[in-house]
């Protein structure tokens, strides 16, 4: 199964429990961000900015745990910034753990290999390894050669100590569908346990002229999508309709809410409108009915998994059809 069965029924009780409670938002991912320093300067990424602008204060191990707690998501995503440069990063893992939260651990794959004695093998536990190409284009975008061959070498050391290992990939303008099947071909014959992909999104302070309109994302993705039954991918069937322009979905920003040093991000993982004090706050207190592709000019290239995974799933189970799919899907991908 390209899902845990754990992780499947975990998200299924989490959904069907909100429903019963009449709940119309709430959240499936906390995006967990301890800190914004990295060890990389990455094209396409606005958390360097923000790490100038706080130097390296960083939220505490318990800071990270009582902000699971309140936001009560089953899934939680360990990023940042570099999340292995955080002194108390095996504690932050081992309290999420504790929660019984799902955790995806999203890393350069630099610090990778030399930090698994902080972890153990866990049913809760994933790295994901950003790679956005073969060597030459990943290194050229993360702005360091080598960093490619360090990835992949930290996803072999993972697997070898039985870690579960998901890789995540963005696609830029320019992207050549032929080389993103090589890396997925490349990713496959590692042994990884499932791949994300998705458009970059154009927000405020990164480098212009990097990003996809939608239009573009929809023609990458139409001929990706051919190779859906070739390879693990991560994303659930009606997203990566979505992005082909096979299917309409609205985004559901408050599926994934973003904590870091600065508060509770509002509204969503990309536009920083404000911070909130609380995840209360941030849930009662953001006006959600602003944003979204045709209310908000910002919002009108975007198709990040960060908006639009949760869509995908709230319009599956509104379909027998979709829901026979996502099944096949979770059990006969290899």
Wanted: with cysteine; glycine share 10%.
């Amino acid at each position: 199964m390209i899902f845990p069965l754990r992780l499947c029924l975990s998200l299924t009780r989490h959904i069907a429990l909100n429903g019963l409670q009449g709940r119309r938002r709430y959240p499936l991912v906390l995006m967990l961000e301890p800190l914004f320093h990295c060890n990389l300067s990455c094209a396409g990424c606005g958390r360097v900015r923000e790490a100038r602008e706080i130097g390296f204060r960083m939220l505490t191990a318990e800071d990270c745990l009582a902000a699971a707690r309140e936001a009560g998501a089953p899934v939680v995503s360990v990023t940042g910034g570099e999340p292995l440069l955080h002194p108390e990063i095996g504690e932050i893992v081992r309290g999420l753990e504790g929660q019984r939260r799902f955790i995806n651990l999203c890393t350069n794959g630099i610090l990778l290999e030399r930090s698994l004695h902080k972890f153990k093998p866990s049913p809760y536990l994933g790295f994901v390894v950003h790679l956005d190409g073969l060597a030459e284009k990943h290194d050229r975008i993360v702005g360091r050669q080598g960093v490619f061959e360090q990835a992949v070498a930290s996803i072999q050391a993972a697997k070898r100590a039985g870690f579960q290992v998901r890789t995540n990939t963005t696609v830029f303008k320019g992207s050549d569908p032929r080389e993103v099947r090589e890396l997925f071909e490349l990713l496959d014959g590692l042994g990884v346990d499932g791949m994300m992909v998705a458009p970059g999104f154009s927000y405020e302070a990164v480098e212009e002229g990097l990003f996809l309109a939608r239009s573009e994302v929809e023609s990458l993705f139409s001929r990706l999508n051919q190779d859906a039954g070739r390879f693990r991918f991560y994303n659930t069937p009606v997203y990566r309709q979505f992005l082909a322009g096979q299917r309409g979905l609205q985004c559901t920003p408050w599926s994934t809410p973003t904590r870091n040093p600065k508060g509770w991000k509002s509204p969503c993982y990309l536009i920083s409108d404000g911070y909130k004090d609380s995840f209360e706050a941030l849930m009662n207190e953001t006006p959600w009915e602003r944003y979204g592709v045709g209310r908000d000019p910002r919002c009108a290239n975007c198709m990040v998994h960060s908006g639009f995974e949760a869509s995908a799933v709230e319009a599956t189970l509104k379909s027998w059809q979709d829901i026979v799919r996502t099944v096949r899907w979770f059990a006969l991908t290899r």
